[in-house]
Nanobody
Framework: QVQLAESGGGLVQAGGSLRLSCAAS????????MGWFRQAPGKERELVSA????????YYADSVKGRFTVSRDNAKNTLYLQMNSLKSEDTAVYYC????????????????????WGQGTQVTVSS
């Protein structure tokens, strides 16, 4: 099995930065693409960013382009999300997810395609 554990969430002032981490354990070789999803109160879960297993393939939601940067360190089995210039609209529970079928060189976009999920970490941006 695969376990994902997010960390780095918290309370931050608008305009500030946070760095989320997602540590994978277990059968980490099963993980191909990895992504960050978020869900805010009253809103649908959305894909924030994702990265293929190998470097160079990334996805960013329009709302975070230019502000967030996704990266991964396969040797450390860790996924990161650097969040800069945070806005109140970024307030949400952020979930780390892993995919095991097609994400070597591509980034699946649908949440239903992801197989492994972390417990979520709360990010609250105060205005």
């Amino acid at each position: 099995q695969v376990q994902l554990a997010e960390s780095g969430g918290g309370l931050v002032q608008a305009g500030g930065s946070l760095r989320l981490s997602c540590a994978a354990s277990g059968r980490t070789s099963n993980i191909l693409a990895m992504g960050w999803f978020r869900q805010a109160p009253g809103k649908e879960r959305e894909l924030v960013s994702a990265v293929s297993r190998l470097p160079g393939r990334t996805y960013y939601a329009d709302s975070v382009k230019g502000r967030f940067t996704v990266s991964r360190d396969n040797a450390k089995n860790t996924l990161y999300l650097q969040m800069n210039s945070l806005k109140s609209e970024d307030t949400a529970v952020y979930y780390c997810a892993g995919e095991s079928r097609s994400g070597v060189f591509n980034v699946p976009l649908a949440s239903s395609l992801y197989d492994y999920w972390g417990q979520g970490t709360q990010v609250t941006v105060s205005s």
